[in-house]
């Protein structure tokens, strides 16, 4: 069960002490290794029908799972299902290993707010660097659309927070633009330098300003580990 019923942000279910039982750690760390994101539409599916087989085993669950093949496989996974009567989860459209971890937690008990718990937590300490570039609104996580590299770890010092926080702009605005390959102010000779180190894995470069007209840096490592958003004077 969930410890806040009213939750209505993913900031407010988020838990760094939530404990998860040993052999459900080790289920979905064998997905993961595993590539769940690699590979065709069948074979992604089949890595969530093993993950699926492995924690019913973990959990002595005998839920089922079906795919809704009538829905294109290109559609939200959002109407995905789970049925209590029948005990089966049903999912609909793209592969996504955050809906399925969603329905198995309604499938072990939980209500609403607590599968929100179960399933958000248990990503984002098994996927750190697939969490971190996630799109967050409300209880609900999606990937970040036409993202053109890794970002890695997202960092935004405080300078860079305050500034945002004075102008009422939240960083995601342009840690978006900056994955879809929107530098925002660069001159050519930075454009043309992005252009290289998106071809050849260095260094890329944004440049914004902010509506109360600070002007902010994106940066993203070379090794794509981290990006981070600064002020100028802090590069």
Same mark, same amino acid.
């Given at each position: 069960?969930?410890?806040?019923?009213?939750?209505?942000?993913?900031?407010?279910?988020?838990?760094?002490?939530?404990?998860?039982?040993?052999?459900?750690?080790? !289920?979905?760390?064998?997905?993961?290794?595993?590539?769940?994101?690699?590979?065709?539409?069948?074979?992604?599916?089949?890595?969530?029908?093993?993950?699926?087989?492995?924690?019913?085993?973990?959990?002595?669950?005998?839920?089922?799972?079906?795919?809704?093949?009538?829905?294109?496989?290109?559609?939200?996974?959002?109407?995905?299902?789970?049925?209590?009567?029948?005990?089966?989860?049903?999912?609909?459209?793209?592969?996504?290993?955050?809906?399925?971890?969603?329905?198995? !937690?309604?499938?072990?008990?939980?209500?609403?707010?607590?599968?929100?718990?179960?399933?958000?937590?248990?990503?984002?300490?098994?996927?750190?660097?697939?969490?971190?570039?996630?799109?967050?609104?409300?209880?609900?996580?999606?990937?970040?659309?036409?993202?053109?590299?890794?970002?890695?770890?997202?960092?935004?010092?405080?300078?860079?927070?305050?500034?945002?926080?004075?102008?009422?702009?939240?960083?995601?605005?342009?840690?978006?633009?900056?994955?879809?390959?929107?530098?925002?102010?660069?001159?050519?000779?930075?454009?043309?330098?992005?252009? !290289?180190?998106?071809?050849?894995?260095?260094?890329?470069?944004? !440049?914004?300003?902010?509506?109360?007209?600070?002007?902010?840096?994106?940066?993203?490592?070379?090794?794509?580990?981290?990006?981070?958003?600064?002020?100028?004077?802090?590069?």
């Amino acid at each position: 069960m969930s410890r806040n019923l009213q939750a209505t942000t993913v900031a407010e279910v988020l838990d760094d002490t939530m404990l998860f039982e040993r052999r459900t750690l080790r !289920a979905v760390r064998a997905f993961k290794r595993q590539k769940p994101w690699r590979g065709e539409l069948q074979q992604r599916r089949e890595k969530i029908n093993a993950l699926h087989a492995e924690l019913c085993t973990a959990t002595g669950k005998a839920t089922t799972l079906r795919w809704n093949l009538r829905v294109p496989a290109d559609a939200d996974s959002g109407g995905s299902y789970y049925d209590a009567r029948q005990d089966r989860i049903t999912l609909l459209g793209r592969p996504s290993v955050v809906t399925y971890l969603h329905m198995f !937690a309604r499938a072990l008990g939980n209500d609403r707010i607590g599968a929100f718990r179960w399933s958000l937590n248990l990503f984002r300490k098994m996927f750190p660097i697939s969490w971190s570039r996630l799109v967050i609104e409300g209880l609900m996580v999606r990937r970040r659309p036409n993202v053109c590299f890794d970002m890695g770890r997202i960092v935004s010092t405080p300078a860079a927070m305050e500034a945002l926080a004075a102008a009422g702009q939240d960083a995601e605005f342009f840690l978006t633009r900056h994955a879809r390959g929107d530098w925002g102010d660069l001159d050519a000779h930075d454009i043309e330098a992005n252009a !290289a180190g998106l071809r050849d894995g260095e260094r890329l470069l944004s !440049a914004y300003t902010t509506l109360g007209g600070t002007r902010l840096y994106v940066i993203t490592e070379a090794d794509r580990s981290a990006t981070t958003v600064l002020l100028p004077e802090e590069y």
